[in-house]
């Protein structure tokens, strides 16, 4: 104790005005506010959480650490708005949930093909909130931070059986021209479904030069495979847990060869929800599954 007390007397500690403006390679994570993202700046942050009802946001050393926070499930160790350490509710969904007419069929989504590839999972894939706001203008991009944020789903009617339909849906605004709608070629299951409409995704923002891409997606699967499963398999020789080949290999093998060189954020969603971005993926997956192969 004695020891602590000449210290501070001797080095006193005064928080200098870079460090509460927020430099210092400081990262603010915003994850509830105007806009959703990582600032370099205090004052960046501050304009998307000030006198913004239930504001979450918290400062980190890394980039990675921030990006995590944006995607707890809990606050409970965040700083908002309403003070220091408050547990903030991240479950505002929408309450007036819209439905397809696009394609008759129902949609059947399986949570996983592989589900042995469950120990392979690192950490436990969480979302947040995101309140979607459209640009102003329907040529323009979404963001979240400075990433282009896109939504992507898949769907497969009668999925497992011979009459399976799939289709793949890429939602970037209302009305956006790269709006996408599309029947899978190949083995019609929903998994590959949500595989390929993240990776048309992908292509579709390589192709207008964005490299900074948030790809908002209900399936876990995905985003585990991508995340986590890969690097395992490629370790093993491409085979699961229980030495089996891996189903999906050439599925996620294309999404790994595209997602090289972009700066990807992997954001989960609950599916059927009521997240509009979503939604309106989810028609258009249904609206590809409608059309014929070609």
Same mark, same amino acid.
């Given at each position: 104790?004695?020891?602590?007390?000449?210290?501070?007397?001797?080095?006193?500690?005064?928080?200098?005005?870079?460090?509460?403006?927020?430099?210092?390679?400081?990262?603010?994570?915003? =994850?509830?506010?105007?806009?959703?993202?990582?600032?370099?700046?205090?004052?960046?942050?501050?304009?998307?959480?000030?006198?913004?009802?239930?504001?979450?946001?918290?400062?980190?050393?890394?980039?990675?650490?921030?990006?995590?926070?944006?995607?707890?499930?809990?606050?409970?160790?965040?700083?908002?708005?309403?003070?220091?350490?408050?547990k903030q509710n991240n479950y505002g969904y929408y309450s007036n949930k819209t439905t397809s007419d696009s394609y008759n069929a129902r949609s059947h989504k399986r949570r996983y093909e592989e589900l042995s590839e469950n120990k392979y999972t690192n950490k436990r894939v969480k979302y947040t909130d995101v309140p979607y706001t459209p640009p102003p203008n329907k040529n323009e991009f979404s963001y979240m931070g400075d990433y282009v944020a896109v939504y992507?789903?898949?769907?497969?009617?009668?999925?497992?059986?011979?009459?399976?339909?799939?289709?793949?849906?890429?939602?970037?605004?209302?009305?956006?021209?790269?709006?996408?709608?599309?029947?899978?070629?190949? =083995?019609?299951?929903?998994?590959?479904?949500?595989?390929?409409?993240?990776?048309?995704?992908?292509?579709?923002?390589?192709?207008?030069?964005?490299?900074?891409?948030?790809?908002?997606?209900?399936?876990?699967?995905?985003?585990?495979?991508?995340?986590?499963?890969?690097?395992?398999?490629?370790?093993?020789?491409?085979?699961?847990?229980?030495?089996?080949?891996?189903?999906?290999?050439?599925?996620?093998?294309?999404?790994?060869?595209?997602?090289?060189?972009?700066?990807?954020?992997?954001?989960?969603?609950?599916?059927?929800?009521?997240?509009?971005?979503?939604?309106?993926?989810?028609?258009?997956?249904?609206?590809?599954?409608?059309?014929?192969?070609?």
């Amino acid at each position: 104790m004695w020891r602590r007390i000449l210290a501070l007397l001797v080095h006193p500690f005064f928080p200098t005005s870079s460090e509460a403006l927020g430099s210092g390679g400081m990262f603010y994570a915003v =994850r509830r506010g105007r806009r959703i993202g990582v600032y370099n700046t205090w004052d960046e942050c501050n304009e998307q959480v000030h006198r913004y009802q239930d504001a979450s946001f918290k400062k980190f050393a890394t980039k990675k650490q921030a990006w995590a926070f944006i995607n707890e499930e809990s606050a409970e160790s965040s700083i908002s708005s309403t003070g220091f350490g408050e547990k903030q509710n991240n479950y505002g969904y929408y309450s007036n949930k819209t439905t397809s007419d696009s394609y008759n069929a129902r949609s059947h989504k399986r949570r996983y093909e592989e589900l042995s590839e469950n120990k392979y999972t690192n950490k436990r894939v969480k979302y947040t909130d995101v309140p979607y706001t459209p640009p102003p203008n329907k040529n323009e991009f979404s963001y979240m931070g400075d990433y282009v944020a896109v939504y992507t789903d898949g769907c497969c009617s009668s999925n497992g059986r011979q009459a399976a339909r799939a289709g793949t849906g890429v939602y970037w605004g209302p009305d956006h021209p790269l709006n996408n709608s599309e029947r899978l070629h190949g =083995r019609q299951t929903n998994q590959r479904a949500e595989i390929h409409a993240a990776c048309k995704a992908i292509e579709q923002a390589k192709s207008q030069n964005i490299r900074k891409l948030a790809i908002y997606t209900d399936s876990k699967f995905t985003i585990n495979g991508v995340t986590s499963w890969i690097p395992n398999w490629k370790i093993n020789g491409w085979k699961t847990s229980a030495g089996k080949e891996v189903t999906n290999r050439e599925d996620f093998e294309r999404l790994a060869k595209l997602s090289e060189g972009m700066d990807i954020q992997w954001m989960h969603v609950p599916g059927h929800a009521g997240f509009p971005g979503n939604e309106a993926a989810d028609r258009l997956a249904k609206e590809g599954a409608g059309k014929s192969l070609f």
